[in-house]
Nanobody, 124 residues
Framework: QVQLVESGGGLVQAGGSLRLSCAASGRTFSWFVMGWFRQAPGKEREFVAAISRSGGNTPYADSVKGRFTISRDNAKNTVYLQMNSLKPEDTAVYYC?????????????????WGQGTQVTVSS
């Protein structure tokens, strides 16, 4: 089992920045591909970004490319999502997820463990 705990969400004005963190425990963190997903009210959960076990492969959703950066610190068992130039349409609950496999994928059905989510609200 892997436990994931997100933090760093909050209320920010459009154009601002937030940094989300996801702390993992229970298993060897470096074995897992990590992903960030989000779900806005009335919408399906969508892929935001993912990162390979070594950190060398980091795909992004087109909607956040160039504004968000995913990174990980395997020594601290933590994955981060730096969010810059935030827009009102980025408002959502953001979830951290872990996939026990070497392949980096975008589909949420391929992730094995999920955090409880953290709310991000961007005001216009």
């Amino acid at each position: 089992q892997v436990q994931l705990v997100e933090s760093g969400g909050g209320l920010v004005q459009a154009g601002g920045s937030l940094r989300l963190s996801c702390a993992a425990s229970g298993r060897t963190f470096s074995w897992f591909v990590m992903g960030w997903f989000r779900q806005a009210p009335g919408k399906e959960r969508e892929f935001v970004a993912a990162i390979s076990r070594s950190g060398g492969n980091t795909p992004y959703a087109d909607s956040v490319k160039g504004r968000f950066t995913i990174s990980r610190d395997n020594a601290k068992n933590t994955v981060y999502l730096q969010m810059n130039s935030l827009k009102p349409e980025d408002t959502a609950v953001y979830y951290c997820a872990a996939r026990e496999d070497v392949t980096v994928v975008r589909g949420d059905g391929y992730y094995d463990y999920w955090g409880q989510g953290t709310q991000v609200t961007v005001s216009s």
